[in-house]
């Protein structure tokens, strides 16, 4: 069984710009969440997909999307860059939804904005 | 869950020593209580979590966590420390009536002095 994955590792873009992440999910896992962590806090809950459709989201605003795709992997993407979007974007999977499930973490995605 | 404190950012102990994590949260409704630890260069993992039931779960790495719902509470123990916990600590919370989104502490950096 492979553990969730997530690319690219590091990313630098600029202000303005929009960013894709990639995430592969646990084979058999229907949901995958995203989370944003900034430096020295937890992670923040962005959204959550459920067989392809988004169940759930978090105080973050529209130009936060994503995608979820049949074949387990996922995609977060930001629009219009700002600086305060540098974070560890972080994913995790989960065989069903809701609370009572454990979350599988990826490794993450550091993201620097300039 | 509106908040989640961790109350300490780092807790320094020497190494067979006992610790104490403590975490405690607001919400208006019952809650499911998570703890997550990120080793040095890994992803987040479980390390335990309160559904139902007995007040006290307990990991297999000997931590034991006891939820106290009239003090809001669910501080994280070991009676003796190694080395190999050093880690990051994570509080969570998700309320019940809440498919899906956990709320998190900012983490609690576990120091073990030789």
């Known amino acids: 069984e492979t553990g969730v994955t997530q690319s690219p590792t590091h990313l630098i873009k600029t202000r303005g710009q929009q960013v894709t992440l990639r995430c592969s999910s646990q084979?058999?896992?229907?949901?995958v969440s995203w989370y944003q962590q900034a430096l020295g806090q937890g992670p923040q809950f962005i959204f959550q997909?459920?067989?392809?459709?988004?169940?759930g989201r978090g105080n973050f605003p529209p130009r936060f999307s994503g995608l979820q795709f049949p074949n387990y992997s996922s995609e977060l993407n930001v629009n219009a860059l700002e600086l305060d979007d540098s974070a560890l974007y972080l994913c995790?999977?989960?065989?069903?939804?809701?609370?009572?499930?454990?979350?599988?973490f990826g490794p993450g995605t550091r993201l620097t904005v300039l | 869950a509106q908040s989640v404190t961790q109350l300490d950012s780092q807790v320094p102990v020497f190494e067979e020593a006992p610790v104490e994590l403590r975490c405690n949260y607001s919400?208006?409704?019952?809650?499911?209580l998570f703890w997550y630890v990120q080793y040095p260069n890994q992803g987040l993992q479980l390390l335990l979590k309160y559904l139902s039931g007995s007040t006290l779960v307990e990991s297999i790495n000997g931590f034991e966590a006891e939820f106290n719902k009239s003090q809001t509470s669910f501080h994280l123990r070991k009676p003796s420390v190694h080395i190999s916990d050093t880690a990051e600590y994570f509080c969570?919370?998700?309320?019940?009536?809440?498919?899906?989104?956990?709320?998190w502490g900012a983490g609690t950096k576990l120091i073990i002095k030789p």
């Open positions: 919400s208006s409704v019952s809650v499911y």
């Open positions: 995790a999977s989960s065989p069903g939804q809701g609370a009572l499930d454990t979350q599988y």
């Open positions: 997909y459920y067989r392809e459709e988004e169940n």
């Open positions: 969570a919370v998700s309320e019940r009536n809440s498919n899906y989104q956990l709320i």
């Open positions: 084979s058999g896992h229907n949901t």
